[in-house]
């Protein structure tokens, strides 16, 4: 090295001698950046459900949904940012810059994103996209025809409050519009729900016999910037890929003209047969959710979940972070020598209705707290228990706009709805059930 | 849900079932698991049965018709011509039987020509122009497929079977899942089974599959074919074309 140094002297243009000599560059070891995505292994989905051991982690929901992407062998993500959802799909882009997602763009706005979505999965792939709020509204004519083109796909629905006033809180009246797109809706509790809830979903939504979207839906904030402990695999293994030719439609062939991104329209094809096709595919959409029951009592062990409920006094039915608050309502009501039982909703659609006839067949008094001014899951519970239950309905507390639910508002409700006394917070309209007060209907009425 | 064991009331059987009938599966009727079938919607344990009755309904009823689709219709690959042959052997075994394929799933405008093909979007049109009183569906994506046989279950009084690669349908009176090439021959051999103990006797040149009137006329006014001398070969003769389905014509159709 010495030798080579003193044969080596250089000069400035000037003709002096360079006595410096730069020091040698570091020998530069160029880090793959997918090199952890490309060891990724491909396990069946029973062995990642069911068998493979899992680690406790301290993470947020968005960083949740991440992890369960990073796991699910997913094609393509396309990202629009929208509070609280914005986080979750940038992360996603974290996963795209380390391999584990193979493509991943910003699309022009919601509508642009979720027709986009619309025309990957119709090519093949497994896709994941991600909204919130008023932008599944902007984005839910590409969402709603999902369903009638048969096309999986993965769609995180991180609910937010619906414009306006303009306001980027919790609150989950979106979900009520999602409810009869024909798609799969799962309503995530916590940040656990939302890794499981996911990976699961892309299983479920390419089943053949189900060939459908899912929608997994979770309170905003409250799941996705908080953070909670979630059991996670290993980084190491990954769901299997995406069997398009599988599927209850062909896919989509490019290379033979005419290609179409949407299923070929009896409405504008046919005459007096038009009408007739367009029914029966509604009602295949509907079929094809029934027939993802058996998936969702199989890889979620069912639509919903019971605890508690022997001989309880009354029964609590939440969905969401509705259900994280009611289990707290659960023991304080416990330590005030009530017994209450509480039924967790997994599966919106398909709803768990046979499931809650049985359940409820002789509770005498249901509370269903929510996240929301209209309550679409009491009405779910009333249309479906109609006829097999005499239970007295509550449809509340309701919090909205934002506000969050203290615990002791639900367990009001239970109090007030055993005893009869009059609730402060839910108004009469909004209690169902032959068991109804009527003393109370008059002294509410003479209050108002 | 109900196995035929039980003996109840059949659920899903040939119609006319109404204007607008619920469908199966919000008349409660379940897919099978893998070795069952479902018989008039009812769960049977073993599918062996359900082709027996697939069998019987074919060789008994007028106009029975095989309805291949598009995966056993073209070529895609090695495994969709063995299957398509193995179709050919089921055919092989029902005296008079009609084949009307499924080409693709775009409705026929401005209408259909039901001696020539069926159609998801107005599949009652074919039944009825042939007078078609029992069919099977092999090869048709599931979507399309049951489609098909809620119109056909709705409007017609036509006994359907789905021999189906995937979970089956529902819709059809008669299902069974998972029909690979093997299981194709296994349904060859029960219906050669069930034909022999009926004593019905297939034509001694072969020539057991009847054409339709348009099929007639472009084989040159032949009445009867054998679907054994039809047998495809990979990337040979039976394309599209060969059916009057051409690129220029599908870009007609738009």
Known sequence: MSES???????????????????????????????????QRVVTPEYMFFEAKRTKEFITGSEAAKEAVRRSNVDLSIAYPITPQSETMQLIGVLYGEGYVKEYYRGEEEYGVMSAIAGASRAGVRCFTATAGPGTLRGIEPIASWPGHRLPAVCMFTCRVVNAPLAIQPDNIEVSYLLNCGMIVFHAENQQDMFDFIMKAFIISEMNDVTLPVGVCCDGFFVTHARGYVHMQEKGIKLPP?????????????????????????????????????????????????????YINKFMGGLCSAENMENADAVIIASGSAAAQSREAVRLCADKGIKVGLIKVRSLRPFPTEELRQLCKNTKLIVIPEFNYVGWLAREVATAIYGHSKAKIIAGPHVYGGQSMPVELIVDEVESGLTGKKSTNVPLSAIMGTDVDQGAVSHFMQNI | MKTTEQKPERIIVPGPAGFH????????????????????????????????EMARKMLTSPNATLFPGPMVLWAWNEHAVEKAKAVLEIAAQIPDVLIIPMPDYRPKYPKIDPEEVINPNHPNLTIWGNKIEACIFIG??????????????AGTNCCTSAICAEQGHEDAMLTVRDSDTAKLKKVAQIFKRVRESMGLKLPANGENVRFTGTQSKVHGGKTHTNPLVFMPTPGGTAGAAAFGHSPEQMKREG
Request: hydrophobic letters at 40%.
């Open chain 1, 5 to 39: 140094l003193d044969t080596a002297v250089k000069t400035n243009p000037q003709g002096d001698p360079i006595t410096s000599v730069a020091a040698p560059k570091p020998t530069e070891v160029k880090k793959d950046p997918h090199a952890e995505a490309k060891k």
């Open chain 1, 242 to 294: 995406r069997e398009a030719w599988r599927g209850a439609v062909p896919v989509l062939d490019a290379e033979n003209p005419p290609a179409r991104l949407s299923r070929d329209a009896p409405v504008q094809k046919s005459n007096f047969m038009a009408y007739n096709i367009h029914a029966v595919w509604q009602q295949e959409v509907w079929a094809a959710v029934e027939r993802s029951r058996k």
């Open chain 2, 21 to 52: 009938p619920p469908s199966a599966a919000q008349l409660g009727v379940m897919l099978p698991d893998p070795g069952q079938g479902l018989m008039y919607g009812l769960l049977e344990p073993n599918e062996d049965l359900v082709i027996e």
């Open chain 2, 140 to 153: 048709v994506h599931c979507h399309y497929a049951n489609l098909t046989l809620k119109m056909i279950r």
